[in-house]
């Protein structure tokens, strides 16, 4: 990402961040509108759900400016989604539904040049999380660990 990409996704998202809950929820209803199979994927209640969207969103572009620190975050967190049952093919889903959510909570400050560097954090978002997620379904289930718990 370009300096002037990271600094468009930090302004706007600060715009939408006095309503980041209610935008949130309005992510699930799109994603579930995009395809309603996604719901078996979803535990918790939607607002609950929501807080943690918000909050991970929230950490994500803090730390956009510093990739090397927040890769392991992102990869823990597609290592994660495995066991949810997140495929491959989810992450458009989800890339689609966070557009068009962002353009409905920015309204006119929603423009193509925010629009496109949301799409780059997003690529490399996906992107990150998708790799560490094979990469832990390559590793196969790990045999004659101890687990601390």
């Known amino acids: 990402m370009t300096l002037r990409q990271i600094e468009l996704v930090q302004q706007s998202f600060r715009l939408i961040e006095p309503i980041i809950d209610d935008v949130a929820i309005l992510f699930y209803k799109r994603l579930f509108e995009i395809d309603p199979s996604l719901r078996h994927i979803f535990h918790r209640p939607r607002r ?8 991970t969103l929230s950490v994500f572009v803090k730390q956009i400016d510093r990739p090397s620190q927040l890769r392991r975050a992102v990869e823990a ?11 491959d093919e989810h992450y458009a889903m989800v890339g689609e539904a ?26 490399w978002l996906a992107f990150t999380m998708q790799r560490a997620a094979a990469r832990h379904a390559d590793a196969g289930p790990q045999t004659g660990a101890v687990s601390a718990t």
């Open 48 to 55: 609950e759900q929501a807080r943690l969207l918000a909050q």
């Open 77 to 87: 967190l597609g290592q994660r989604h495995v066991g949810y049952g997140v495929r």
């Open 98 to 123: 966070l557009v068009w959510t962002l353009e409905k909570g920015l309204k006119d400050a929603f423009t193509s040049e925010v629009r496109d560097a949301w799409l780059v954090a997003y690529s």
